[in-house]
């Protein structure tokens, strides 16, 4: 089992950048794939972006393909998202989640993530 809790969500401009990261309690960080989720205002739960448990390939929403990074440090048991040229679309709660089924597959199904954080609001102004 892990614990994820994420932090780094503020209030920004538009076209500025935030960083957020997910912290994993437990010894077996590597055995998990990792993802972002985030739910806007009055919105579903939509996929960001994900990384594979093995390896470093990633995975993004045509939505932020270009502007944001995931990526994750196994010595420190977190995964980060980097969010740059932001705009107000992107303004939503940002979930962090874990899963042990898949190997190699990044999935963007809610169902196949057994592990979820709290949330942390990112807000970008106009």
């Known amino acids: 089992q892990v614990q994820l809790v994420e932090s780094g969500g503020r209030l920004v401009q538009a076209g500025g950048s935030l960083r957020l990261s997910c912290a994993a309690s437990?010894?077996?960080?590597?055995?998990?794939?990792l993802c972002w989720f985030r739910q806007g205002p009055g919105k579903e739960r939509e996929f960001v972006a994900g990384i594979r448990r093995i390896g470093t390939n990633t995975a993004y929403a045509d939505s932020v393909k270009g502007r944001f990074t995931i990526s994750r440090d196994n010595a420190e048991n977190t995964v980060y998202l980097q969010m740059n040229s932001l705009k107000p679309e992107d303004t939503a709660v940002y979930y962090c989640?874990?899963?042990?089924?898949?190997?190699?597959?990044?999935?963007?199904?809610?169902?196949?993530?057994?592990?979820w954080g709290q949330g942390t609001q990112v807000t970008v102004s106009s």
């Open positions: 437990g010894r077996t960080f590597n055995s998990y794939a």
């Open positions: 989640a874990a899963t042990s089924r898949y190997l190699v597959a990044i999935v963007r199904r809610m169902g196949d993530y057994d592990y």
